[in-house]
């Protein structure tokens, strides 16, 4: 099967792909209208999961143990041990409270139900079911999810890192005690925390308003705070601190409760707040200098040599409150919900904003249709976009994205959108930010409809539509394609159709595109094309996809990509993470499957994690009946990675 230079495909060969291609196609034709951009309510991704319609749940795509069923990875490691059997929840449909439907009548004591089961989701608007930690260690799951990477660059596991967190679930039994026997915060806590981490600044604040206000646990109500701060509710944030001084003198309430005093002219008794602050011993010479200013009605500048990279949410009020002008080194923020306060701040200027609702979006933190709100209120000069294209090349940032925008939602016809999206994509490739922009571009992509002079564009409108779900509107792009490379005087299209044929099989099983072992081996040859470490990487990531899920890969085809040189830049999952996986996978504990499978992908998330754990988290998903959420995680894999 190797081919050697001298053996590259030929005309016939490629024709024969064509032939082989031109199987029975399975698509829907008749499509509702969709706006070119979407708006808020339009643009799916944050709240809904893709549909698991038509598709099965298969095995896990690794070998089993034949005693247990428990999966073996085809990480190199231990065989993993049979699973426990901890004890379940409780009933599969127990509802918060613990009230049982009896013929229509309910029974059972009214029960106050544990805080840290809430949640703004549940399986009816895109979250998990409310038994998905039925079986878990609560222990282990606080444990796994104190580890759950913050933001976060591929679309499908920001999705599914979002539902995890905001799902309302029964809470399950902690069956070992916490690591050295300390006190372990609320499982809550530990969700916004997370949250917070991940720069879901509007998701936390939503979780905690299902909370009533000066819960029993400190923590939450710092974070609480620190929301209230971040939105601009001072008011809430002082009527917060007001209250938790009356039970704690915490050097935060008593930051808080000074600077809510002196704004609001009791400035005798935010010195004397300061006083009780001092005899704390923590210290903070920003905030200090930020103080002065207040009490000396100084606004407009920020102290000297002050940086505002890291800016906490109380000195972002302050800088709120005395109208600091917000520079670009805040975009350097290591907390991520920094990012979308200033976002919607006044005192950033425009390009500060868009760059920060850019990479805020960016990492899942805000809804995409805010950004193409933002980036259609920009004011750009014609002369400005006359020279957008000429930029493509060689420049970036949000103002470029916003011309490219632009120009799309204004082209004249379908070639020239095209044209313009075609860019924007190559631009966004190139700056890493892909999964972004197709999730942004997604409904002027589907408004598109397949012709033949637009069979260059091919590759980028399929990965576009096969990245935000629409799969039977990037099957008719297919068919475009497989019936020019059919006509027997398209070569290039030919080749788009070799080019574009694996991700269907990705993407989802019920698209009616063939597969065969035949035609797996025409694409395999017409890689021989590229670069042979390219072709063997390509080979190896194909391979491995298919496999992992529950594809028939013959033997030989691996036997080619053996010698494949590594990828030093791959990062191999903890084994620990790893192991809990396939425990969890093994004993059908969905949401612990879904939070160590995050882990094991670490914040590297599909570019830089090896194809090995990748395989084996889908492969995972499958076991436990996520079956579209594993293809929607194989296919972005494949695009990011560039196949």
Known sequence: MTASPSKRPSLAAFLLAAFLLAGPMSLVAARAQVPLFPSEEDVPGEAAPPSADGLAPGGLGVEEDGATGAPLSILPGPKVPPPDTPPAIGPADTPPGGLVEDGGVQIGALEQPDPSSIGTLNENNGGFAWTMWQGSDLTLVRTLMQELPGPLRASALQDLSRRLLLTSAAVPEALTPPPGGADAPSLLAVRLDRLAAAGRLEDSAALLERLAPFSADPGLEQRRADIYLLQGRLDQACGLAETALQKSGDAYWLRLSAFCEAQNGAVDAAGRTLTLLSETGSTDPLYDALFAQLLGGKTGEAPDDMSMANVSPLIFSMLATLKVPLTPEILLTSNPMVLSAVATAETAAPAVRLEALEQAAAIGALPVARLAEAYRAQQFTDAQKAGAMDQVEAGAGAELNAMLYQLVGEASDAASRLNYLSAALRLARREGQFPLMAKLYLEATRSIEPAPEFLPHAGDVVRTLLLGGATDRAASWYELVRRAASSQQDLAATG??????????????????????????????????????????????????????????????????????????DRAPSLAHWRAMLRASAGNRVGETVLASLDALGAEGLTMTSLSAISSVIGAFRQIGLPAEADRIAVETAILRGL
């Open 496 to 569: 788009t159709l070799l080019d574009i044929w694996p991700l269907f099989h990705l993407a989802a099983r019920d698209t009616g595109v063939p597969f065969s072992d035949q035609i797996l081996d025409l694409w395999w040859q017409a890689q021989a094309t590229t670069v042979r470490d390219e072709r063997m990487q390509r080979g190896r990531l194909f391979l491995g996809l298919l496999e992992a899920l529950d594809y028939k890969v013959p033997e030989h085809f691996w036997n080619e990509v053996l010698a494949e040189p590594a990828r030093v830049a």
